[in-house]
């Protein structure tokens, strides 16, 4: 399909196990996103790449986040030794353009993966 | 630092009944964007709208229309008379560098 694509649909891991959640992204799109989504509330930013540059992982909540982006268009968002406040939906989002176009553009979202964490 | 407020969590309308979504964020930057999405219980989030802080012209796109005010700092959307399709969780959405910030979100349900 033409959309970004996000698998697995719906994860569940023990507390303590690591994940990993992919990305694809509409095909030429520069800018990639991750978001967390508490169950009720918007998508809270995580991370932003520039083709494979992570420029900002400032919203990453701790050291057992970390995403990666290595040829500049899958991208993977891995939790290491999972806790259970790490479960929510994580969404991926693209945009065609990068740098000083970033802000003003609509961004395109797959459907999410919810990570359940028992 | 920016912030979006929804300040109405959930709302319920019958068919045919207009409904406004409202929209207040905070900024220091005189250059943002706003957003809003749509998201339906299947979870991907649907782009509808995206004004700049430049640009107050209200818009109109069929049933869908937006007011901006800067005075108010306020984005507000309209569903004109509303459909069963409409319900979903909208969420009124800041942008300035790289990062969206994103409201609370407001669930509509129209009943039939």
């Known amino acids: 399909g033409a959309g970004v694509s996000q698998s697995p649909r719906y994860k569940v891991a023990k507390r303590g196990q690591d994940v990993a959640l992919r990305c694809d992204p509409i095909s030429g799109h520069v800018s990639l996103f991750w978001y967390q989504q508490a169950l009720g509330q918007g998508p809270e930013f995580l991370t932003y790449?520039?083709?494979?540059?992570?420029?900002?992982k400032s919203g990453l909540p701790s050291d057992r986040f970390f995403a990666e982006r290595p040829e500049g268009s899958v991208s993977t968002l891995k939790i290491q030794r999972t806790q259970q406040e790490d479960s929510a939906v994580y969404l991926c989002?693209?945009?065609?353009?990068?740098?000083?176009?970033?802000?003003?553009?609509?961004?395109?979202f797959g459907d999410g993966t919810r990570l359940s964490i028992l | 630092a920016q912030k979006v407020t929804q300040a109405q969590t959930e709302i319920s309308v019958v068919e045919k009944e207009d409904v406004t979504l409202d929209c207040v964020y905070e900024?220091?930057?005189?250059?943002?964007?706003l957003f809003w999405y749509k998201q339906p219980p299947s979870g991907e989030l649907v782009f509808l709208i995206r004004?700049?802080?430049?640009?107050?012209q209200n818009e109109i796109s069929g049933r869908y229309s937006w007011n901006f005010q800067k005075s108010t700092s306020s984005f507000n959307f309209t569903i004109t008379a509303s459909q069963v399709v409409d319900s979903a969780v909208y969420f009124c959405?800041?942008?300035?560098?790289?990062?969206?910030?994103f409201g609370a979100g407001t669930r509509l349900t129209v009943k039939p």
């Open positions: 959405a800041l942008s300035e560098d790289n990062d969206m910030r």
């Open positions: 989002a693209s945009s065609l353009y990068g740098q000083e176009w970033v802000s003003n553009q609509p961004q395109h």
């Open positions: 790449f520039q083709n494979e540059a992570q420029l900002d």
């Open positions: 900024t220091r930057d005189t250059t943002y964007y």
């Open positions: 004004r700049n802080s430049f640009d107050e």
